[in-house]
Structures are given as C-alpha cells and as structure tokens.
C-alpha cells in the first residue's frame, strides 16, 4: 500500500510537522519527487515520494504534527482509489459530523462527539491523539489532558474549539504532577524596553538535551595548553601550494584530525552509553558543532581519523555550508561518536563544552593566542598557543584517560607533520 509514512530523521525524533505540502491532492508524482517540507527537532527537510501515482489523500494538514511511523498521505497507482484511514483528514466526513450537530464549525458549543470507533478508542488507550501544535500549546498551557477530550474535527481530530469547551464545561484537567526538580525559570519582567521572544523547536530540544546532559552525566574537565607556532608554518605552506586545487585548509581541520587520530588510542573516549553497556567504536565518527540562528547542529564526518587534511576540510565546509541553509539529511548530523566544538573565531580564550549524550567526550577549542614565552635557553620568546579542553563522561572514561587523551592531542598538534602520515 503506497501509503506516505512520517518518517524517522533522527534517533530522538518522535513526532514531525507537516510544514507545507509542494504536492496537493490529485496531482502526479513521481518517485524521489519532494512532496512535503517536514519540520523535526533539528532542521526542515523536503520528504520525497517513494511511489509514483497520483497524490490521491492528504491525512495530515500543513502545521500539524504526526507521530513517527503515522501515514500522512496515500499515493494511488492507475485505477486505485485511496482506503477509508480513521486517521486522515477527511474533510468530507469532518463537515458532514458538523453538521449533523446542528452548529456552525467555529463555535465554542460544538462539542457533540461522533460516534467513537475502535481504533480511536486504541489511538487513545496508547496515548496518541490528533492534534495541531497549537492546540496542544492551548491544552499544556491549561493543564487539560488531550487524551480526555473528544475531538469534533475531521478524523476525530481535537481541534480548538474542543479545548476551549472543554475549559467552559471544567473538564479534563489533567491530573497534578509532582514539581520537577529543576526551578521553574522566573516569569517575564514586563519591563519597558523588553520584548518576549518564542524558542524555536530547536533551542527548546538543544535545552532539554543539554540540561539533561548537565544532570545525568557525571563530567570531568582537562585543559592543555599547545604551541601551534609550527602548525601555523606548515598550514601557510600547504595552503600556498594547494591553491591551484582550491584546497584552504583552516586550524579547526588540523584540530579535528589530531582529535580523532588520538581517539585511536583511547577507545574509551570513542564511545557511547547506552542502556545495555558502553558501545565502543573503531571509528571516528567526528562531529563538529555548528552554530544557527535557531540553535546548533553537529553534523559527522564519518571515519575522520583515516582521512587526508584535505578531504576533513572539503566535507567540513560543504557539511558546515548546508547546515545553515538547512539542507542537511537526518544521516549527516546523527551517528556521531565524538564532538569537537570550536570557537576560536569570535576570540574566547577558553571554555568548557556539554557532552552530547550519548556520547562520552567533547572537546572544546578556543582562540590561537600570541603571547610572550620561555625557550629553552630561558630567553623570553613570542609563541603562538591554543586551549583545549575535553569534557568526558566519568562513568566511561577516568581522569587518567582524559589527560593522557589530551596530551596526545597537544603532541600531533605539535608536532603537525604527524598528521600528515
């Protein structure tokens, strides 16, 4: 059955919102033909047709959101028809209940239910229902649990007016959670000159994740300090003589490499936690953060330890590129094994990361610094140096592993000719 399915963009993702159709309902399509833009957690996607036919039913309207695995649409071959689906959005079927209330669609007393069914009673039992982020916003705002509310809408969908009734007639209060542990953040102040801005889907995801991330996971800090003095030499150096082939290579690449090069020798720090043990990897899948305006995404450069300079450069630049124009798919930020964040451009000194769980180790890269220095003859010495610091999950990884780690990052950095072999 070519039936169009929410799909799964990401190991966290649960639910994604149909942001707009490109195809409307009886045009053709084809096979690997964008039909919908699809908002996750993480970036808006065009999801592509599997099935070629005709786009024959639209089950999901534009702004609303689906459960992973939900049909959302169904595409008819020649001669076919689109199946009855209690799920779809069947205008038809919606007008015709609201009529048979006797009311008009947007008023608040339209609350005769319709006739229930056995598979919107199993839809409830589990604890899914459909709805429109704004009407769940409206119900969270009120306390009301949506599983509670009969919806009027097409399909037996709750629409608005069905959470409005149901404040008017004191219904389906949703019962009183403990307080969490963390302190609700202050209200707004209210005062002249401010304005109240909404988190986008990602900042609110990014701060769950990372508050989560500060609670659970026991981190440990170590800092080394390395001369970059003969990195700058030999990047200036293969810049100049790789211009001709477009190759630019930037200190965050030598810094990646070295990253994941040392992560052949400390396994521990290359791995995940997971709810039946410490996955280790034998590759690096290096993820690197990337800054939006709507949060942060860190797509994976896959296997970095065994790839050239030159090639961690091109695919950090076309990864970094299309992450802020939103195209990346859901398998170039996912799968990562360890992060490196840098943000040595804006001119910070150093700085701490937050693991990305589940992973066991970031490593934050701060500012190249000039700054006066010792040689060995005890003569005072400009010198070019650069912080690292790594985050590690103690549960996984010990202190010792952490300072030997970053003291072979501080030695390929060096030593940069390394890095090159």
């Known amino acids: 059955m070519p039936e169009v399915i929410m799909p799964k963009m990401g190991d966290a993702m649960e639910a994604g919102t149909v942001v707009r159709w490109l195809k409307q309902e009886g045009e053709e399509v084809s096979p690997g033909e964008p039909i919908a833009e699809i908002e996750t957690d993480k970036v808006t996607l065009e999801l592509e047709a599997e099935d070629g036919g005709t786009l024959a ?13 939900q049909p959302i649409a169904f595409i008819a071959g020649e001669g076919e028809e689109a199946p009855a689906h209690d799920g779809g959005r069947r205008r038809e079927e919606g007008r015709a209940a609201e009529e048979e209330a006797g009311e008009e669609p947007e008023a608040p007393a ?11 009673e199993a839809e409830r ?32 969908r709750i629409v608005e007016r069905d959470v409005r009734a149901a404040l008017e007639r004191g219904e389906a209060r949703a019962e009183e959670r403990p307080p969490e542990e963390a302190a609700p953040a202050p209200g707004p102040t209210g005062a002249p000159g401010t304005t109240l801005r909404e988190p986008s889907r990602m900042q609110r995801v990014i701060g769950e994740r ?16 390395a001369g970059v003095d003969e990195l700058l030499s030999l990047r200036r150096e293969l810049n100049e003589r790789l211009a001709e082939e477009g190759v630019k290579l930037s200190i965050n690449d030598f810094v990646m490499k070295a990253c994941a090069v040392a992560l052949r020798k400390f396994p521990m720090l290359n791995a995940l936690w997971t709810s039946e043990g410490i996955e280790l990897h034998e590759r690096v899948d290096l993820a690197m953060a990337v800054a939006l305006e709507e949060g942060l995404i ?67 890269v701060s500012s190249i610094i000039r700054r006066p220095d010792f040689d060995e003859e005890g003569n005072v010495v400009p010198r070019s140096t650069m912080k690292l610091t790594l985050s590690a999950d103690h549960r996984i990884a010990n202190g010792a592993d952490g300072a030997r780690y970053m003291s072979e990052v501080k030695r390929l950095l060096e030593n940069p000719m390394l890095l090159l072999v």
């Open 57 to 69: 039913e639209l089950y999901a309207g534009e702004g609303e959101e689906v459960p992973v695995g």
């Open 110 to 120: 339209a609350t005769a239910a319709p006739p229930r069914d056995e598979r919107r």
């Open 125 to 156: 039992a589990d604890g899914r229902f459909r709805a429109s982020p704004l009407v769940r916003r409206l119900a969270r705002e009120n306390n009301l649990d949506l599983s509670r509310i009969q919806g009027t809408g097409p399909a037996g």
């Open 210 to 225: 990372m508050q989560q991330a500060k609670r659970e996971i026991p981190h440990f800090y170590a800092t080394v300090e």
């Open 298 to 364: 860190t797509p994976v450069i896959r296997d970095a330890a065994n790839k050239p300079l030159s090639v961690i450069s091109a695919e950090a630049k076309d990864l970094a590129s299309r992450a802020r124009e939103g195209r990346l798919k859901p398998d170039e930020y996912q799968g990562g094994t360890f992060t490196v964040s840098n943000m040595g451009m804006f001119g910070v000194e150093s700085f701490s990361a937050i693991i990305n769980p589940p992973q066991a180790a970031i490593v934050a």
